[in-house]
């Protein structure tokens, strides 16, 4: 129960009680407007009935021919807002999109490979891990993480334009690649 | 160009790139000894000047190449950036505008002449450029930027409201005579439904909405769709719309909010005239009861899975009672309860129920006797929830008899108590996670502010911040505590502890502009800058880089969005910048960081007239309050007053009225004191004039200035009053003798212009150098000589007399305001009469007698800001003391076991310490304005 609407960019005065938390990032107000210049309809707010937000996702599309996908750049809730399925609606509402209006083979997302909540809960809808990218994060400063702190998993999803699914492996938690190989 | 002179700019790029503006100098100057006329070299020259703030000399070179009138892509790129560091785009328009019209072919030219126009926010002209590229070069795209240039215009506050119409009119036309039609692309499409709906062609829109198209669009595409649910609530369909959007809920399994409120609308749709007949009611009742079976289906079908069923029901029963017609009083109270039976254990529920449990009498007490029913052990964390939610719940309803400090206290031990019990249910938790029992510490705390505000006993602040110390220790990410913690630490005056929060906090880029407040708040009351501590002002000035990237960056997006026809952005875009520009946040800080100032910088003409500029700029502006003040956790009874507002410094938030008392007194102030009239400032004003925010203010500066609103004194403190007053004392006596003594504009100008020649080799553009012919002398005497009011001596002894008042209470807060506030007197006195220190203008001026009576005015300020700054002295001298520690120790009520002594002690040093600091460094910082200024 909330409201799904649009990013927009006067959600930036809004965001605060999503972006004070320690795994959401706030950056310049530049990366907002880049996205919405571009993909607006791959942004999306999910909103409390009294106006206050209670999470969004940023995305984008991108890459050539079998690699033209959807990208989840960010998909943050508030912390008082999780457990209630909110990111599962969001991340539907990108892949609708993705699927139907930019006709991509997949949608992909990076999850640190040590956030296990994240990582479970985008198995439960089909994410699978393509691979992993070696230190795609920053470390957090937050704990002895290590490795699983700073890398990512590159998880994805086909879409129905793949219904080969070509653009997943099972063996993907084997792959690794450095940051500088994908982008 | 030359191939050879090509390969000699390329490494001027390089540098210009690299931030090496010195050697783009350099190169460049090589360069035009060769060619000294070469556009390009001169362009690129001005920029490195212009990023290396050598104005002046970037403002020749500026006007020398626009003079060419060039066409090639090179200079005209190079000069974009030069007029932009500028901010002249006026200019620019110009230039583009000339290039497109030796080039008409260009399509590149006129698209920059257009991007031009959009900067600059010059929507007709934008308009036109479209229009005519839309002709030349037949791309649908110009037409679409010449309709919403239209809408855009129509939607400039300067726009007289009977063109609007008009103007959507002119943009429905555009639209209409293209070939293609909108709906092939959703943001084509967005702009057409939005054109539509503001002219109220509802059926237009309805024939769009219909096709094929324009249903997919709307099935995908959040933004379509909600303008396409305006539309059908605009014209009345609420009946319809419900219909679809029970469709919706049941074949989709939609959850969004909307589209329940849209079946809760459409079910009283019948009710939403004044005077609903008997027969509209009763068709009404039968459709609650097919709402009503509609949401119960969907919440047991959902059970815990989503809320939307429940929540449903909850706003279906509520929207019956307020039409009359809820069939069974004890419906609400049953769905409430069922609510929290179902989601009690979830965070969101207190926000979830918190509109539907305003209730009062039976339903009140079936309520509160439901949550008061055997609450559940704290074995697990989903309980846990539900006895927090139950505390909130019920603290939500308290009455006044219930908010007795002895019950308060006795809810406070109880939260506590809880708050322990639970805290190892959370052992495991990694140091990223919050602890699930922080909210009981968020409620005692609150209680504990709570009970403060009741008594004023300072203790139980202490209580406070040591138990959110405690639990934040405990849950290192729980920003909430924090916000809180810098709340009350301001309270007691410790400033520097309240920052070392917020800079835990990581505030970042725009979340500057909505979260500084909690910091720099009336900060300068905490400021150090006159005995040379820079740390607040500093803040001030890093918390204001926002703007500056806002007025660099957001246009670009604007532009970039006309580029990628994302129209249903640029409105929002263009809000975004507009309200971050005239963010009432960015001038309250700029005022706070020039109080600051002119107590840290020697008070000069520079000064003065550096500063007059810019605040004439946000005097002109029309704010927008974008602080954030939701963000603090508030679960206060809803008698009572919030949290913010109960923690809030003096028990007054400045908004406009605040921010126009001071700009006013200050641009008084400045404007006496300044040789800068309004004729000298419009010649030597570089750039545009900032765009007036709405219809031009009405009246001359002087007169706005004079104006004192009731509203916008209301909200200052006493003190900040008698200080306005002070000011406006202070400059109505000494207008006439400023007046008088001021030098005319052509002798200002004719200084400014041998400067910069001075400066730049070059003569300044538009003002006539030579000087007036021989002495100017004025031709009226010196006004008459008037006594001193005698509202200025009063105010210093009335401080005096406030700040014996206030110096023993348990924080220096008061005390503090009141010394800072008889300091900026003092200051704002040695302002207005620096004119008058030189000894050749009292002398040519014959204004001895005015001299000599601001003599023992300076005297007695200064004798008073010294007692002032020995108490604080006395005061600070004793913050130090174990003796001061144990006392807030001994105040502290808090379960030892956990938070032992070490602990407590600890923060009881921090509070004092800052506080310590703080008086001292405002002792000190009065000494050194008495010594500077005295004589």
Redesign the interface.
């Known amino acids: 129960?909330?409201?799904?609407?649009?990013f927009?960019?006067?959600d930036?005065?809004?965001f605060?009680?999503v972006?004070?938390?320690?795994?959401t990032e706030?950056?310049?107000?530049?990366f907002y407007?880049?996205y919405?210049?571009?993909w607006?309809?791959l942004c999306?707010v999910q909103e409390?009935?009294?106006g206050?937000m209670m999470g969004y996702v940023i995305g984008k599309a991108e890459g050539q021919g079998a690699e033209w996908h959807g990208h989840v750049t960010a998909i943050t809730v508030a912390?008082?807002?999780?457990?209630?399925?909110l990111a599962r609606?969001m991340m539907s509402?990108l892949e609708?999109?993705s699927d139907?209006?930019y006709r991509g083979f997949f949608v992909d997302l990076y999850v640190r490979c040590n956030n296990l909540v994240a990582l479970e809960l985008y198995e439960g809808m089909d994410y699978s891990v393509y691979r992993r990218v070696r230190e795609y994060y920053g470390n957090?400063g937050?704990?002895k993480g290590g490795r699983d702190e700073e890398d990512a998993f590159d998880m994805r999803k086909p879409l129905s334009r793949d219904g080969a699914r070509r653009s997943v492996r099972s063996n993907g938690r084997d792959i690794v690649v450095s940051a500088h190989d994908v982008s | 160009m030359s191939i050879a002179l090509d390969r000699q700019i390329r490494p001027i790029y390089d540098s210009l790139d690299t931030g090496a503006n010195k050697s783009a100098i350099v190169g460049c100057n090589k360069l035009l000894k060769k060619h000294p006329k070469n556009a390009l070299v001169q362009a690129l020259k001005a920029l490195a000047l212009v990023r290396s703030q050598k104005v002046e000399e970037a403002l020749a070179l500026c006007d020398e190449v626009l003079e060419y009138k060039p066409t090639d892509d090179a200079t005209l790129n190079a000069m974009m950036h030069v007029l932009r560091g500028l901010g002249r785009h006026k200019d620019m328009i110009t230039m583009y505008e000339a290039a497109y019209k030796k080039q008409p072919a260009n399509e590149e030219l006129g698209a920059q002449t257009f991007f031009a126009n959009v900067r600059a926010n010059n929507w007709k002209s934008a308009q036109q450029v479209a229009s005519k590229m839309y002709k030349q070069f037949q791309e649908d795209r110009y037409l679409y930027w010449s309709a919403i240039s239209t809408v855009l215009q129509a939607n400039d506050p300067n726009t007289a409201a009977e063109m609007r119409t008009l103007l959507y009119k002119l943009a429905l036309r555009l639209i209409t005579s293209s070939p293609a039609s909108s709906h092939v692309h959703?943001?084509r499409f967005h702009l057409h439904l939005t054109i539509l709906r503001e002219l109220r062609e509802f059926d237009e829109a309805m024939a769009l909405l219909e096709t094929p198209n324009g249903q997919n669009i709307c099935?995908?595409?959040?933004?379509c769709n909600?303008i396409r649910r305006d539309i059908m609530r605009l014209r009345g369909a609420l009946e319809d719309e419900g219909r679809r959007a029970e469709q919706r809920i049941l074949n989709k399994n939609d959850?969004?909010?909307?589209e329940?409120l849209s079946v809760v609308d459409g079910t009283f749709s019948h009710l939403t005239v004044s005077k609903p007949s008997e027969d509209a009611r009763e068709q009404c009742l039968s459709k609650v009861s097919n709402t009503l079976a509609l949401f119960t289906k969907i919440s047991v079908q959902d059970g815990k899975?989503?809320?939307?069923g429940l929540?449903g029901l909850l706003e279906l029963e509520s929207r019956s009672r307020k039409h009359g017609i809820s069939t069974d009083p004890t419906r609400m109270v049953q769905l409430l309860k069922q609510y929290f039976e179902t989601f009690g254990d979830?965070?969101?529920c207190y926000?979830?129920l918190?509109?539907y449990v305003s209730l009062e009498g039976g339903d009140l007490a079936a309520w509160t006797e439901f949550l008061k029913a055997s609450p559940p052990p704290l074995s697990t964390t989903e309980n846990v929830k539900r006895v927090i939610n139950t505390h909130k719940l019920l603290r939500y309803n308290l009455s006044a008899s219930e908010l007795t400090v002895e019950a308060e206290s006795s809810r406070a031990v109880l939260y506590i108590e809880q708050y322990l019990e639970g805290l190892p249910l959370g052992k495991d938790l990694?140091?990223?996670e919050?602890q699930h029992v922080d909210d009981f510490a968020i409620l005692a705390a609150s209680v504990f502010v709570n009970i403060w505000k009741l008594n004023g006993d300072i203790k139980y602040l202490y209580n406070a911040v040591v138990l959110l110390e405690f639990a934040l220790s405990q849950s290192?990410?729980a920003?909430q505590m924090r916000l809180m913690l810098i709340r009350i630490y301001r309270l007691l005056g410790s400033p520097s502890v309240a920052l070392e929060h917020y800079r835990l906090?990581g505030i970042?880029?725009?979340?500057n502009?909505?979260?500084s407040h909690f910091i720099l708040s009336r900060a300068s009351t905490f400021s150090l800058a006159a005995s040379g501590d820079l740390t607040l002002s500093t803040e001030c000035v890093e918390s204001s880089q926002?703007y500056i990237?806002?007025s660099q960056?957001?246009s670009?997006?604007v532009i970039?969005?006309f580029s990628?026809e994302?129209y249903?952005?640029i409105p929002?875009?263009i809000?975004?910048e507009n309200?971050?520009d005239n963010s009432l946040q960015r001038d309250i800080v700029k005022l706070e960081y020039l109080r600051m100032r002119i107590t840290h910088e020697v008070i000069s003409s520079e000064v003065i007239d550096l500063e007059l500029i810019e605040l004439k700029f946000v005097f002109d502006r029309i704010h927008h309050d974008?602080r954030?003040l939701?963000?603090i956790p508030n679960y206060q009874p809803r008698d009572v007053e919030s949290f913010n507002a109960q923690t809030m410094m003096f028990e007054k938030s400045e908004g406009h009225g605040w921010v126009w008392s001071f700009l006013k007194s200050y641009i008084k102030a400045f404007s006496q004191a300044s040789d800068l009239d309004d004729v000298v400032e419009e010649k030597l004003l570089v750039g545009d004039r900032p765009q007036a925010a709405g219809p031009a203010k009405t009246g001359t500066l002087k007169e706005r200035l004079a104006i004192r609103e009731k509203e916008e004194l209301a909200e200052l403190t006493s003190d900040e009053l008698s200080l306005i007053s002070y000011a406006d004392a202070l400059a109505e006596w000494l207008e006439p003798f400023h007046d008088h003594v001021r030098p005319p504009a052509s002798v200002v100008l004719a200084e400014a212009a041998k400067q910069t020649e001075l400066k730049t080799g070059m003569p300044l553009k538009g003002v006539d150098i030579t000087p007036p012919n021989g002495h100017v002398k004025k031709e009226e005497d010196t006004p008459p000589i008037t006594e001193a009011p005698e509202d200025l001596v009063k105010f210093f002894e009335n401080m005096k007399a406030r700040f014996e008042t206030v110096e023993n209470a348990e924080s220096p807060n008061e005390a503090l305001h009141v010394a800072t506030l008889t300091q900026e007197a003092f200051l704002l006195f040695v302002i207005e009469t620096l004119r008058f220190k030189s000894a050749s203008v009292v002398k040519i001026h014959k204004l001895g007698n005015l001299v000599a009576k601001f003599k023992p005015i300076r005297a007695i300020a200064a004798g008073i800001l010294k007692d002032m700054a020995g108490s604080l002295e006395k005061m600070s001298a004793l913050e130090g003391t174990s003796e001061k520690r144990r006392d807030f120790v001994s105040a502290c009520m808090l379960p030892s076991s956990q938070m032992d002594d070490d602990f407590q002690m600890n923060i009881a040093k921090k509070v004092t310490d800052s506080r310590k600091k703080v008086e001292e460094g405002v002792a000190k910082g009065l000494m050194r304005l008495c010594s500077t200024y005295e004589q």
């Not at chain 1, 972006?19 to 795994?23: A, C, F, G």
Request: aromatic content about 10%; glycine content about 2%.
């Open positions: 129960m909330s409201v799904l609407r649009p927009q960019a006067s930036m005065f809004k605060n009680n972006n004070l938390d320690i795994w706030t950056y310049n107000i530049g407007l880049h919405l210049s571009r607006p309809d999306c409390a009935p009294t206050r912390p008082e807002y999780r457990r209630l399925s609606k509402l609708l999109v139907e209006i957090l937050v704990g | 959703p943001d099935q995908t595409n959040l933004a909600e959850r969004n909010w909307l329940f899975k989503d809320r939307s929540l979830k965070a969101c926000e979830d918190k509109p990694p140091v990223t919050l290192k990410q920003f906090l970042k880029q725009v979340q502009d909505t979260l926002i990237s806002n960056e957001t670009d997006f970039r969005a990628g994302k249903s952005q929002q875009f809000l975004f309200w971050l974008n954030d939701e963000i």
